[in-house]
T-cell receptor
Framework: IAGITQAPTSQILAAGRRMTLRCTQD?????MYWYRQDLGLGLRLIHY???????GKGEVPDGYSVSRANTDDFPLTLASAVPSQTSVYFC?????????????FGPGTRLTVL | GQNIDQPTEMTATEGAIVQINCTYQ??????LFWYQQHAGEAPTFLSY????GLEEKGRFSSFLSRSKGYSYLLLKELQMKDSASYLC??????????FGAGTTVTVRA
């Protein structure tokens, strides 16, 4: 049982380049989320999806886009990376749309934008 | 907006007890979560409180007072492996989680 997987584990990227972070879950969870974690700021929600085919903006969505073509996959795209997007990115999923269900996190992607 | 406060760092001795406080001000309330995060790893679920009172789960307990906007996580019989960051997160009206910045607990021998 894999749970949630993320790829790549880490990446160094030149500013201005396009990058897609991948996230896949095998728990058939309805909801999926993308967070970034920066020192001293905690986890901040970038985008979320309550169910396949729908997405929404979180607290810090600028510069990022997502899609949810199916239940399992929720990729995060940086169209033109900037150094301020250097962070650790976590994908998470939960089973419920309308309840405060536990979120389960992937192992994270460490992204450095130079 | 959401405002969640918890101490930045705490240090305790192996075998001791540590209490991590969390205060919050949010738009609505649908429960409070505590997560544990070891350095370089993903957060993992520890506890969930939606009603006032104490929830005990082995060496870890979590308390909630909704009227005071306050929770604490109690870690008993501390072990070296408990050295980690502990994240307080509140589910508000839209069921999204807002996280505090985390409390780094260091357990010393």
């Amino acid at each position: 049982i894999a749970g949630i997987t993320q790829a790549p584990t880490s990446q160094i990227l030149a500013a201005g380049r396009r990058m897609t972070l991948r996230c896949t879950q095998d728990m058939r969870h309805n909801a999926m989320y993308w967070y970034r974690q920066d020192l001293g700021l905690g986890l901040r929600l970038i985008h979320y999806s309550n169910t396949a085919g729908t997405t929404g903006k979180g607290e810090v969505p600028d510069g990022y886009s997502v899609s949810r073509a199916n239940t399992d996959d929720f990729p995060l795209t940086l169209a033109s990376a900037v150094p301020s997007q250097t962070s650790v990115y976590f994908c998470a999923s939960s089973d419920s749309i309308g309840g405060a269900d536990t979120q389960y996190f992937g192992p994270g992607t460490r992204l450095t934008v130079l | 907006g959401q405002n969640i406060d918890q101490p930045t760092e705490m240090t305790a001795t192996e075998g001791a007890i540590v209490q991590i406080n969390c205060t919050y001000q949010t738009s609505g309330f649908n429960g409070l979560f505590w997560y544990q995060q070891h350095a370089g790893e993903a957060p993992t679920f520890l506890s969930y409180n939606v009603l006032d009172g104490l929830e005990e789960k082995g060496r870890f307990s979590s308390f909630l007072s909704r009227s005071k906007g306050y929770s604490y996580l109690l870690l008993k019989e501390l072990q070296m492996k408990d050295s980690a960051s502990y994240l307080c997160a509140v589910s508000s009206n839209d069921y999204k989680l807002s996280f505090g910045a985390g409390t780094t607990v260091t357990v010393r021998a």
